[in-house]
């Protein structure tokens, strides 16, 4: 799954819409991160860094997150999110891409239904 591949099916979700909000976080003498942010209801389910893209970060069931890792190589700990609740997923890893639908789904889903 390419990058716009993977942001057009992000922007699928009902009311979901995206964002780069930390565009300005850039640490002295070091470029900006382009971390392309997608939200539902002002929340966040995933997100990567556009001019890498070789991973997205999600939240995740905290009962899943334990074997999802023990199971897949491409499945760690998120880029600068709570471990108990967000996982990282490599692209072009032993990851399907199919269950890397799924798993991004189900973070929306996670996020939307969320008070």
Known sequence: MD???FRDYCLSFPDAYEGTPFDKFAGRGREPRSILVFF???RMFCY???NAFDRCTIKCDPGEIAELQER??????PY???PKYW???AFNSDVPDPLLRALVWRSYALVARAK
């Open 3 to 5: 990058i716009e591949q």
């Open 40 to 42: 539902v209801r002002a």
């Open 48 to 50: 990567f860094d556009i």
């Open 72 to 77: 897949y190589h491409g499945i760690g700990k």
């Open 80 to 82: 600068n999110g709570n």
């Open 87 to 89: 996982i990282s997923v």
